[in-house]
């Protein structure tokens, strides 16, 4: 019997070891101490095979504490393996990894998150210019916008709106005030965006463009001092109108792969220049751009850089008037209206001196743009997805709270109740994760990671809110028009998946594939050293992070598994967590388990891991819920803890620990390695899988505070832009709401008398008139219903039209440029 307790009480201490994460001595010794004890009288009395046993395990941990011998005899051999199997890393997934920085993805892949670096992130602070600027410009031109007009009159972003954003610098809020700008923060930059997305995704765009990965920015960190002394000024005034070409007809998610050519060659003067011929597509502001801003691979076969033959990726400046220079037709992205076309260009020359940077940054464009894309998708896609997602909920409250069926308000049926919640979830969750990933940004962070799980969760979860709002509003939703207020966020949805990495990639190759490397506290170090052509310093290097790599896989196993089996009781959960303690803790411990299988999965597929994206997929999400819920529990504190509040903490965080728990099965029960399948089931699940969705009691409560207390609704929906005229489609949703929540008595009178008979409800009697000639109502009360009635009517009413007004806008029709990209020049062939 001694034996049993023996071996339960050295299981329950090598868990309990293994959250403390101790060193490989400390495994040598603690496994030693065991030994002992086990060959002790007191408990067997001798070594035996389990006494043996402990004592080989704790020599393997003496082997590894001990550097020489693990260099020797382990390191080396390992590092063999992996210089054999580790497939060769290219210059641009090279520069893309070393671009960015790591913020608080990095502790979710320790296992062991800081929640002090958590709390660190800065709450939602403006400065007194930047709130000034989202009050007063940023309402201003949302309350200018007419986006049927926009959308289906015009298919164009009118000139006035044009010269309201370039006459109050809408263009350059990220260049510095030095150099013209008004030089905002992340933060602000995520807000105004935002706010202009919930009235106009169209015009959202032309204002998050310029302020995003393009001209502007890259000149503003990589620019000569001439370049930017030129250009920014007229970028911040929109005398220049930027756009960036990247993508090309065979060079998508793939954009390292383009095939635009520039050629050094000797100018007439004998000077360096660029003879350039290019093809791309997709490009937002190309239509309307005077500065062209373009990628495309450098070739110098004789040198003249001195950067050798083929110096690589580069970014060059180009004004398209610029002889050669093909811009100006359009695509129709899903039927929006803001400019997007192709460019193409055919022995266009250039001077070297128009290299964004100069001669000095030919080759280096590939690692400048990942640099700026890190920190600008987290910025753009994520507010205005964000800012879709609580414009679709402050909508559908308003609708389903005003539209009744079968003598009651939508919003309380459960099947519309349940739409809601989802919406009231996702509302609060991205707001969350957008706040906290804009901080970041705005200290100077360039999360790669981060904003990689942003920009397709955000998306993803915007494109199921757009569908709920229109399950909620019905035929209302599918008939556009003037007053239809969600055909906008609908056509612009797909818009958000596919840029800036098509969601698919993201999830799959980019977000874990990408993630692991970059975040993992070790794995980055071993490859690196893998890589390193100086054998010897690689050894020491590879043996120094695989010692730590080996105690730290340890004691995450070893920490999942105590986590798994206690239930989290003894997770970390930060000072004074009080009423979210236990999330803290359910986060904690799932933060072990991904660790464990993060780990476990590139040990044991390696380079492979490209190729097998369900799984990557699959970790992605996992990686997605953690973050996000770990936002939700800081924006709950930066919010002062309100009561009122906590019903959409518990909402999203026992649907985000499920989803996590789902995503983990899917990675497990489909890992192509039966042993690893089965240690990592038996570590992540040793009781099975005990998480649950959210109840359906949950929900309600969720919605039912939602529609119950304004102030709530508000805080749910804020940033946005909130039209209180009853003119605008969705002014007249907020007035017409309000006062239907106060004339709800003198509905109830005027419903119960129709159902008993008392009053008849049909065209061509007035039956609110009768409702007073027979008490039912009051005057005052009657004359409640008469003005609900009435904007309800117009408020839930469709678009109609002439036949002769919905012949199409644009007669033209597409011609042979819909098949010249097989030629190779668009443009050209059209013309």
Not at 5 to 12: E, N, R
Not at 635 to 647: A, H, I, N
Request: hydrophobic share 45%; net charge neutral; charged share 20%.
């Amino acid at each position: 019997m001694i034996e049993l307790f023996f071996c339960l009480a050295l299981l329950a201490g090598t868990l309990a070891l293994g959250m403390y994460k101790p060193p490989l001595w400390g495994w040598a010794a603690a496994l030693a101490l065991s030994a002992l004890t086990w060959q002790s009288a007191a408990v067997h009395g001798s070594t035996g095979l389990f006494g043996a046993i402990l004592w080989i395990m704790a020599l393997a941990f003496v082997a590894l504490a001990i550097p020489s011998i693990r260099r020797d005899f382990v390191s080396a051999r390992v590092l063999k393996f992996v210089r054999g199997t580790l497939p060769k890393v290219s210059d641009t997934e090279q520069q893309a990894l070393d671009a960015g920085t790591t913020g608080f993805d990095a502790e979710l892949f320790s296992g062991t998150p800081d929640w002090n670096k958590l709390r660190a992130i800065a709450p939602v602070v403006l400065t007194p210019a930047e709130q000034a600027f989202l009050d007063g410009p940023t309402e201003e031109l949302c309350r200018l916008v007419n986006d049927w007009q926009i959308r289906h009159a015009q298919r164009e972003i009118p000139e006035n709106i044009w010269d309201f954003v370039k006459k109050h610098g809408f263009l350059g809020m990220l260049i510095s005030k030095e150099h013209g700008g008004l030089g905002f923060s992340a933060q602000a930059q995520s807000l105004i965006i935002g706010k202009i997305a919930s009235r106009s995704p169209d015009v959202a765009i032309i204002v998050m463009v310029p302020n995003s990965l393009g001209p502007g920015e890259l000149i503003e960190k990589y620019g000569t001092d001439q370049q930017k002394r030129y250009y920014l000024p007229r970028l911040a005034r929109g005398e220049e109108i930027p756009c960036f070409a990247l993508t090309g007809p065979t060079s998508g998610s793939d954009a390292a792969t383009m095939r635009d050519i520039g050629t050094v060659i000797r100018g007439t003067d004998g000077s360096p220049a660029i003879r350039l011929s290019w093809d791309k597509r997709y490009i937002t502001l190309g239509p309307k751009a005077t500065l062209l801003g373009l990628a495309f691979r450098l070739f110098d076969p004789e040198n003249i850089l001195g950067e050798g033959e083929n110096p690589g990726i580069t970014l060059a400046l180009i004004p398209t008037h610029h002889p050669g220079v093909q811009i100006g037709r359009r695509h129709l992205p899903a039927g929006n209206a803001f400019p997007n076309g192709p460019t193409t260009g055919r022995d266009v020359t250039i001077p070297v001196e128009w290299i964004i940077g100069g001669q000095e940054m030919a080759g280096r464009g590939w690692s400048m743009l990942m640099e700026c894309l890190a920190a600008g998708r987290a910025i753009s896609l994520p507010s205005t997805a964000t800012a879709g997602a609580k414009a679709m909920l402050r909508f559908s409250s308003a609708y389903a709270r005003i539209r009744k069926q079968f003598g009651l308000p939508i919003s309380r049926m459960e099947g519309v109740e349940e739409a809601l919640a989802r919406q009231v979830e996702t509302a609060y969750a991205t707001e969350a994760a957008r706040a906290a990933t804009a901080a970041m940004v705005a200290r100077g962070e360039r999360p790669s990671v981060i904003s990689a799980l942003m920009k397709y969760q955000t998306t993803e979860r915007m494109r199921r809110a757009v569908n709920d709002a229109f399950d909620i509003h019905g035929g209302r939703a599918i008939c556009d028009g003037p007053s239809n207020y969600l055909q906008a966020p609908y056509q612009m949805v797909p818009i958000g998946v596919t840029v800036e990495g098509a969601n698919i990639l993201t999830r799959t190759l980019i977000t874990f594939a990408q993630g692991t490397l970059r975040s993992h506290p070790y794995l980055y170090r071993e490859i690196k050293a893998a890589q390193d052509p100086d054998r010897t310093r690689g050894l020491d290097d590879f043996d120094r992070a695989f010692g730590e790599h080996v105690s730290f896989s340890v004691a995450n196993a070893c920490g999942a598994l105590a986590h798994n089996l206690t239930g989290a009781i003894f997770a970390s959960a930060p000072e004074k967590a009080f009423d979210t303690a236990n999330w803290y803790r359910q986060l904690a411990r799932c933060a072990r388990s991904f660790a464990f299988v993060a780990d476990v999965t590139v040990a044991t597929l390696g380079g492979s891991l490209k190729t097998k994206q369900k799984l990557a997929g699959r970790l992605a999400d996992a990686l997605s819920e953690l973050y996000i819920l770990a936002c939700v529990l800081k924006r709950y504190e930066d919010d002062g803890r309100l009561s009122s509040d906590r019903v959409f903490v518990d909402l999203v965080a026992m649907n985000a620990l499920y989803r996590f728990q789902e995503a983990m099965r899917g990675v497990i029960d489909n890992f192509p390695v039966p042993a690893a399948r089965w240690a990592m089931r038996l570590i992540v699940f040793p009781l099975g899988a005990r998480f649950r969705p959210a109840p359906d009691k949950l929900g309600h409560r969720a919605v039912k505070t939602l529609m119950e207390a304004p102030a709530v609704r508000d805080r749910l929906t804020r940033y946005i832009y909130v039209s209180k005229d009853p003119d605008d489609a969705t002014g007249l949703l907020e007035v017409a709401m309000k006062k239907s929540i106060a004339a709800e008595e003198a509905e109830k009178k005027l419903d119960r008398a129709i159902r008993s008979g008392l009053i008849r409800r049909y065209h061509g009697i007035d039956w609110i008139g009768e409702a007073i000639d027979k008490g039912v109502v009051t005057e005052s009360e009657g004359q409640q219903l008469r003005e609900l009635e009435a904007l309800v009517a117009r408020a839930i009413s469709v678009d109609h039209f002439d036949a002769a007004t919905l012949k199409p806008n644009y007669r033209a029709t597409p011609g042979p440029a819909m098949h010249a990209n097989a030629r190779g020049y668009g443009n050209e062939a059209a013309e």
